[in-house]
């Protein structure tokens, strides 16, 4: 499997996130700018923003969460040259379920579709790692 295959997810993911920061980063000076937050409102914590701002500050809070396990994964399976085309599948498949995650937390925000988003990127990258171990097991003990 190409380099390129392997870390193409990892761009996407990574890209959703340097999105959100802007989108964060450019809500929140314009928030600033109308008057509607004063500096005095936020210095001290985040929950004074308005809420379609903490909805994108909380999407993207969340790129640091579960992702993070998520590229230590792709790291490792780069390092073991334990990455195939199963795994390019599921990297993708968790990529998407992130950008569905993500568009619902700063759309609808409808926390039961949100949570259903979240738990299919937990099981797809709950069964990567399973495979990922079994499969360094297996080359370690030669089965």
């Given at each position: 499997?190409?380099?390129?295959?392997?870390?193409?997810?990892?761009?996407?993911?990574?890209?959703?996130?340097?999105?959100?920061?802007?989108?964060?980063?450019s809500?929140?000076?314009?928030?600033?700018?109308?008057?509607?937050?004063?500096?005095?409102?936020?210095?001290?914590?985040?929950?004074?923003?308005?809420?379609?701002?903490?909805?994108?500050?909380?999407?993207?809070?969340?790129?640091?969460?579960?992702?993070?396990?998520?590229?230590?994964?792709?790291?490792?399976?780069?390092?073991?040259?334990?990455?195939?085309?199963?795994?390019?599948?599921?990297?993708?498949?968790?990529?998407?379920?992130?950008?569905?995650?993500?568009?619902?937390?700063?759309?609808?925000?409808?926390?039961?579709?949100?949570?259903?988003?979240f738990?299919?990127?937990?099981?797809?990258?709950?069964?990567?790692?399973?495979?990922?171990?079994?499969?360094?097991?297996?080359?370690e003990?030669?089965?």
């Amino acid at each position: 499997m190409s380099i390129t295959a392997i870390l193409l997810p990892v761009y996407v993911q990574v890209a959703m996130t340097i999105l959100l920061l802007l989108w964060m980063g450019s809500s929140r000076l314009g928030s600033l700018r109308a008057g509607d937050v004063k500096v005095k409102d936020i210095a001290l914590g985040e929950r004074n923003w308005p809420t379609r701002i903490l909805q994108v500050q909380n999407s993207y809070h969340n790129q640091f969460e579960l992702p993070v396990l998520f590229y230590v994964l792709v790291v490792l399976a780069l390092i073991t040259r334990k990455a195939d085309m199963l795994f390019v599948v599921m990297s993708w498949m968790f990529v998407a379920s992130r950008l569905v995650h993500a568009a619902i937390h700063t759309t609808s925000n409808k926390v039961p579709l949100r949570f259903q988003a979240f738990v299919v990127g937990v099981l797809i990258l709950v069964a990567m790692w399973v495979i990922f171990g079994i499969r360094v097991l297996a080359a370690e003990t030669g089965v």
